[in-house]
């Protein structure tokens, strides 16, 4: 069974979701949590000239889980370093801290050091028809002329809990459309695109990002992240340094019956099942091996919240720059441009810090949602955030 003609008009809207008209939610600098840095004008990937984001959201049906017919809480979210209408590969690297997960494509960009088209993220049973959907959107636009292949990156995080994940609900039309909606400007976060049935940290999680703006001695770069949050226990969760997962400790993943405050009857899923996707772009002129060095550093801003890698989480990140363009298409000696390793670090710093806000904005955006067999999982309460970080001193104001 397809998804019901009830989502139909959720779908148009969340087709073009990186512009869509949903209303404004509070994100963490206008809670007043201190976060380090200083943003770009969005605070946001697309901060990053060039850089465009789609979605592709999937919400249909309610109540017990029939295999092939839902509840459906997927999607595709797509992410083009120079926009959907350039060919022009980016200079890029990546890195896994924990392998419990998939990004296609990546052999490909360890040996060639370039990303050819989009970063693509799904549900993990979507790899597949994700990748084959890229491979028919750049032939039908008339890429291979100059290519002989296609290695398309596409990243994955499970949301099997809230989603008929082998119900196989995401389409090859629902990717291209996730590409086809993809342009700059304001991002929109939490249950969206690849994000709309994911978990983070036991609450709602999703898609999240954020931007920082180094100093004008350091350059004066932009570093974007963007974040498919899917992954940690709720204890080890800390935001601006407080203990935030052991101070709200109930409102945990749930079946029905579901008080609404704490867990109820019937097994939610494992805390620790899960994974995160992220995605690093600057305007710096970074060289492959270091933007390899880059996309490690991602790993330090889960850190910063609680995040330890577990067994069971995929936690996967690219990095790439839009500087050097037309590297990779020139057929004589490329001319190449480089930051000096001695001057990398205040882009490590940056990183860290985007990813650490990305995540946060991720759940705050997500709103509390239900899915297959009832599971209810909550969104982080913002009042009851406040409350904490007042209590630990952490707010701005």
């Not at 995160?276 to 919240?305: E, F, N, S, W, Y």
């Amino acid at each position: 069974m397809k998804r019901t003609h009830l989502s139909l008009a959720f779908l148009i809207l969340a087709a073009g979701a990186s512009h869509a008209q949903r209303p404004v939610l509070e994100r963490g600098r206008d809670l007043g949590i201190p976060f380090e840095g200083t943003t770009g004008p969005l605070n946001a990937i697309t901060d990053v000239t060039g850089v465009e984001v789609g979605h592709r959201t999937l919400v249909a049906g309610s109540g017990k889980l029939v295999v092939g017919k839902g509840p459906v809480r997927t999607g595709v979210t797509a992410v083009f370093p120079r926009g959907k209408d350039s060919d022009d590969p980016v200079f890029a690297g990546w890195f896994t801290m924990n392998g419990n997960g998939e990004m296609t494509g990546t052999t490909w960009v360890e040996e060639s050091g370039f990303l050819w088209g989009p970063v693509m993220i799904t549900n993990t049973h979507s790899v597949g028809v994700v990748r084959d959907a890229v491979i028919e959107w750049v032939v039908r636009r008339g890429r291979m002329q100059s290519d002989e292949w296609s290695l398309p990156v596409v990243a994955e995080t499970w949301d099997g809990g809230l989603n008929d994940i082998n119900g196989f609900h995401v389409t090859k039309q629902d990717a291209w459309a996730a590409m086809d909606s993809a342009r700059g400007g304001p991002v929109v976060e939490g249950s969206v695109g690849g994000g709309t049935g994911m978990v983070c940290n036991q609450f709602k999680g999703g898609i999240g990002t954020a931007s920082r703006r180094l100093d004008q001695q350091d350059g004066g770069y932009t570093v974007g992240v963007l974040v498919q949050c899917n992954y940690g226990r709720r204890r080890a969760l800390r935001i601006a340094g407080a203990p935030v997962g052991q101070e709200i400790s109930d409102l945990v993943p749930c079946r029905a019956p579901c008080s609404g405050v704490r867990s109820g009857g019937g097994a939610a899923i494992p805390p620790d099942v899960g994974s995160i996707i992220i995605v690093v772009a600057t305007d710096a002129p970074l060289l492959p091996h270091q933007l390899k060095r880059v996309a490690r550093r991602a790993a330090l801003g889960v850190g910063r919240l609680g995040g330890v890698a577990s067994n069971s989480s995929g936690d996967i990140f690219i990095a790439f720059s839009t500087a050097n363009p037309h590297a990779s298409r020139d057929s004589g000696l490329a001319q190449v441009s480089m930051v000096a390793n001695d001057r990398i670090t205040p882009f490590f710093e940056a990183t860290v810090q985007a990813t650490e806000e990305a995540i946060v904005n991720a759940m705050l955006a997500a709103q509390t949602m239900t899915g297959a067999d009832d599971l209810t999982v909550f969104a982080l309460p913002h009042d009851r955030l406040r409350d904490v970080l007042k209590r630990y001193n952490r707010l701005t104001r």
